[in-house]
């Protein structure tokens, strides 16, 4: 079974670091895209960017570009969201999501989803 | 940027009705377009892909039409479990784009 298991919830305070993760199981991690998606609360979805863990090729879309960083390890068959310093404004559930098997960028299956808290 | 245009917002229906749910593209995105459904505290599911081709494990009640900027997607048969919230995406340009979501309710 394809799967995609992400970190657990975190609360953090402002200005603090994060880096979470989804680990993916059932298939060839290298060789399918990943993406990062954003909901934040009571809002729809919202594309952050992507990478191929195979070369750590990396698109973000212009929202997100210089806000956080994707970053990969296929040895580990891990994708990793990382902030250098939280804002309140990135409260959210974030989800990762594997491009679909075609080679076309639909994407399933989902991870769970990891809920970031920022507040002081 | 392509933009995502869903709608109606919110669609109330009742089970055993049939609903047309529509998206439309700013520009042309062929049939490059999937349809997810999300529920409540849950991940967004993967209905449809290519316009037109329901995924894997995908009641036959759900199905995907149109091309270019104009896609509907319609459930046949409204069940209990269907009454979520929809979000179609296409994906023939980066960066790629969901539109605002169908609110299916009671």
Not at chain 1, 36 to 44: A, D, I, L, S, T
Not at chain 2, 37 to 49: D, E, N, S, T, V
Not at chain 2, 54 to 78: D, K, N
Request: aromatic letters at 12%; proline letters at 5%.
């Amino acid at each position: 079974e394809v799967q995609l298991v992400q970190s657990g919830a975190e609360v953090k305070e402002p200005g603090e670091s994060l880096k979470i993760s989804c680990k993916g199981s059932g298939y060839s991690f290298s060789n399918y895209w990943i993406a990062w998606v954003r909901q934040m609360p009571g809002k729809g979805l919202e594309w952050m960017g992507i990478i191929y863990p195979g070369d750590s090729d990396t698109r973000y879309s212009p929202s997100f570009q210089g806000q956080v960083t994707i970053s990969a390890d296929k040895s580990i068959s891990t994708a990793y969201l990382r902030w250098s310093s939280l804002r309140a404004s990135d409260t959210a559930v974030y989800y990762c999501a594997r491009q679909g098997n075609d080679g076309s960028s639909w994407y399933n299956p989902w991870g769970q989803g990891t809920q970031v808290t920022v507040s002081s | 940027d392509i933009v995502m245009t869903q709608s109606p917002a919110t669609l109330s229906v009742s089970p055993g009705e049939r609903a047309s749910l529509s998206c439309r593209a700013s520009k042309s995105v062929g049939s490059n377009l999937a349809w997810y459904q999300q529920k409540p505290g849950q991940a967004p599911r993967l209905l449809i892909y290519g316009a037109s081709t329901r995924a894997t494990g995908i009641p036959a009640r759900f199905s995907g039409s149109g091309s270019g900027t104009e896609f509907t997607l319609t459930i046949s048969s409204l069940q209990s479990e269907d009454f979520a919230v929809y979000y179609c995406q296409q994906y023939n340009n980066w960066p790629y784009t969901f539109g605002q979501g169908t609110k299916l309710e009671i």
